[in-house]
């Protein structure tokens, strides 16, 4: 009787399945790893070869397309209509957005635009559409004047108390005038300038807003560093002394003397109005008459 081993009968070296793949999970994946590392510098390889063909290309490929729909005169700028623009006209609208013959209407830049059109004196804001294929819509806001300066000539004046240009000579105007200084001395002195501007319109506010239904309306501000504001009125050419500040107060005070003189105020030349809880009187026929004041008349 013969009995065989049964490793015996197996090839020396051959392992089972199980064995090799343990082994192969073993060995470090180094050849998928290095074909995955060649494909991907490859692809960007492709990608940067791309790039740089599309880059030297691009503006050659830019005026091909430019030059063929301006030839099937495809979106092309053809309207223009503009709204809510009094002051500026609209030549001068159109000058500031620099189109070019045939300009296709998406190839401008459309902020560098509006900061153009939004440089011109009257304007305050714009806004620019692009109404596909061919149509440009702006919208304009402009600067209200409120007040005419006079420095050597007029100006116009916004609510803000900034000076918008100069007034045009061929229209009437009617609002108040804001004069007494001499145009050096604002010019060397432009925070005085600035300051005494906003008090004048900021007094023009307050009394747009008291002064509804008052016969008298507001025709001449004289500013002053040192005296403040004197208003000289349209009705009876009244000056009013209102100071720098407090202006509500000092003219609800002002029309508390009228109510208290009555008919004797058409024999007044100006109230000063800028103390502190008093209003001094002067008469057309005398300098000065004395302190009206108005808490003795129960108007307080």
């Not at 007034?167 to 105007?173: C, T």
């Not at 003397?257 to 004797?264: I, P, Q």
Request: net charge positive; proline share 4%.
């Amino acid at each position: 009787m013969i009995l065989r081993h049964p490793e015996k009968s197996k090839r020396r070296g051959r392992i089972s399945n199980s064995r090799k793949d343990l082994r192969r999970a073993r060995r470090p994946q180094t050849r998928s790893s290095n074909r995955k590392f060649l494909l991907f510098m490859a692809f960007v390889c492709l990608c940067g070869l791309g790039g740089g063909a599309l880059w030297l290309w691009w503006p050659t490929l830019v005026a091909s397309a430019d030059g063929w729909l301006k030839g099937q005169d495809s979106f092309l700028v053809k309207e223009i209509i503009i709204v809510g623009n009094r002051r500026s006209s609209r030549k001068e609208i159109v000058e500031a957005l620099e189109l070019t013959p045939r300009q296709l209407i998406f190839s401008f830049n459309l902020k560098e635009t509006q900061d153009r059109v939004r440089s011109l004196p009257f304007v305050r804001d714009i806004r620019i559409r692009r109404r596909w294929p061919d149509r440009l819509e702006i919208v304009v806001k402009e600067r209200q004047p409120k007040a005419l300066l006079y420095l050597g000539k007029l100006y116009l004046v916004d609510r803000q108390g900034l000076i918008i240009a100069p007034a045009p000579e061929d229209e009437k105007l009617d609002f108040p005038l804001i004069n007494g200084a001499s145009s050096s001395k604002w010019q060397n002195q432009p925070e005085v300038r600035s300051r005494l501007l906003e008090k004048a319109i900021k007094l023009l506010l307050v009394w747009e807003k008291m002064g509804q239904k008052w016969p008298e309306k507001v025709a001449q501000i004289v500013p002053d560093e040192v005296y403040g504001l004197t208003v000289f009125t349209t009705d009876k050419d009244w000056e009013l002394q209102l100071g720098l500040d407090s202006f509500d107060e000092h003219l609800r005070r002002w029309r508390q003397v009228l109510a208290v003189l009555g008919e004797s105020a058409m024999a007044v030349k100006y109230f000063d109005c800028a103390g502190n809880d008093s209003v001094v009187v002067g008469l057309r026929s005398q300098t000065i008459v004395g302190d009206v004041n108005v808490e003795e008349h129960g108007q307080k």
